[in-house]
């Protein structure tokens, strides 16, 4: 038993981190909601042809990072690595397409790649999806509310918006011919992954972290100047947009995406608090994917938030803030000696939780003496101490006991009836 462990980049969420989780969960869907986006709750496996078809063979994900496998069937399963492909393939299988939609879902994806502080092998996701709207309004919309996430988190200040177009599919072509020309010359002066993709990839080498590449593409032709009117037009009126809602952004000429199926309008949320693991939101459109994944065409918008990187930025925050807010603490810790006391315990206990749900009450339990109960008391960091032995059942009281306020007076055995205003009182319920 004792090698049995984790795997590798898959982490067990404690129970001291899940706070964080269930407010950034929170946040996110009472924002989107707010907007008019609806949940939907996908497979964890799909076909393999779905991620092969959709992202693109010549990408990380595909190339070397997903969770493939042959079941029992025979067929070729591969644990999600994204949440797009899904979507758009529960979108077109149940005809979600025909009128504007605006969808988002949540959970955990997989890909092999190297475990590191805010990457992981699984890792979660909470991914928007706005289908049916060619407009650069509803890049707009999605921008905005992710803005509007960040803000109700408490984050903003942390982060910055990066935008680009990377054009049409045409477009692009012309610009990946004219990239790759230049970068052929200055072969063996590329770093060795940027080699790789200059035969399969080219376009990622714009998003090389090697500063010896990334100088060379100082002098490369822009993606700017290959820009076909369309998505010029769109990419100004986006950015007008924003600047009418006061969202600031970055232009980054040289942000792509790494996911093949993204074109015009791409954008990054990115921190620089969490080192090479910086961008915590990524996203574009892909007007051509649902189409591709054999639905009617459908221009579609959307982006993926990581949850991991989230949960450590508002963990850093919280902890500077000492918020108390993190802390699940129990408002109440009750303990007994004897049966009849137990009894008398338990059943106040559940009076308590019927007239205060939501308030935590911990009942002591697996017995010991007074001076073990009382130390699990202290230890829970509780508020309050119910105490219940002979003489309190005998007399239909409780004693309290104030365990963090150190100006609130001590011990004092009060009638059942009072207990409710003594709570209300200490607990501010
Ligand atoms: P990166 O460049 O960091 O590898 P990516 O371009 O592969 O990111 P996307 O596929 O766009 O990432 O996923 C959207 C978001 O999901 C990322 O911005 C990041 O916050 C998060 N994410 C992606 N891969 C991981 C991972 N392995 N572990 C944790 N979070 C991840
Ligand atoms: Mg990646």
Not at 303 to 308: D, H, L, R, S
């Amino acid at each position: 038993m004792n090698d049995i462990r984790a795997i590798r980049g898959m982490s067990d969420i404690l129970p001291e981190e899940t706070p964080y989780w269930r407010f950034l969960e929170q946040t996110v869907s009472s924002v989107l909601t707010a907007y008019g986006y609806s949940e939907i709750r996908l497979p964890i496996l799909e076909k393999t042809a779905l991620f092969n078809r959709s992202i693109g063979e010549v990408t990380d994900i595909v190339e070397k990072e997903m969770y493939s496998f042959e079941d029992r069937n025979g067929d070729s399963l591969t644990l999600r690595p994204e949440g797009t492909a899904g979507c758009v393939r529960a979108a077109i299988q149940h005809g979600l397409l025909s009128t504007p939609r605006r969808l988002w879902y949540a959970g955990p994806m997989f890909r092999h790649e190297r475990p590191q502080k805010g990457r992981q092998r699984q890792f979660h996701q909470i991914g928007v999806e706005a289908f049916g709207v060619a407009t650069p309004d509803i890049d707009a919309e999605v921008i905005l509310l992710s803005a509007r996430l960040w803000r109700a988190m408490g984050l903003e200040p942390q982060v910055q918006l990066q935008l680009n177009s990377i054009g049409s599919i045409e477009a692009r072509k012309a610009y990946k011919a004219a990239l790759t020309s230049y970068l052929l010359q200055r072969e063996t002066d590329l770093d060795e992954d940027s080699q790789r993709r200059l035969h399969s990839n080219p376009l990622r080498i714009l998003d090389s972290k090697n500063t010896a590449t990334q100088a060379l593409l100082d002098d490369a032709p822009s993606l700017q100047d290959y820009l076909d009117e369309g998505s010029a037009d769109d990419f100004a009126r986006l950015c007008d947009l924003l600047d009418a809602a006061g969202v600031e952004y970055v232009v980054n000429r040289r942000l792509v995406r790494g996911l093949d199926y993204y074109n015009k309008t791409v954008f990054e949320w990115v921190t620089d608090q969490l080192g090479a693991q910086g961008t915590i939101c990524a996203g574009g459109r892909y007007d051509g994917l649902v189409e591709q994944l054999g639905g009617k065409a459908t221009p579609a918008v959307g982006f993926a938030m990581g949850m991991e990187r989230l949960a450590l930025l508002l963990a850093e925050q919280w902890a500077e803030k000492s918020s108390a807010a993190i802390h699940e603490q129990p408002a109440v810790y009750a303990i007994s000696v004897g049966d009849a006391a137990y009894k008398a315990a338990l059943l106040a206990l559940e009076e308590l939780r019927n007239k205060y749900p939501g308030v935590q009450m911990v009942l002591h339990a697996g017995g010991g003496s007074f001076k073990s109960q009382m130390k699990k008391a202290d230890k829970s960091g509780a508020e309050l101490a119910l105490i219940w032995g002979e003489d309190e059942v005998a007399s239909g009281s409780v004693s309290v006991k104030p365990l963090r306020n150190a100006t609130a007076q001590g011990q004092q055995s009060v009638p059942l009836a009072e207990l409710d205003s003594i709570l209300t009182t200490a607990l501010g319920v």
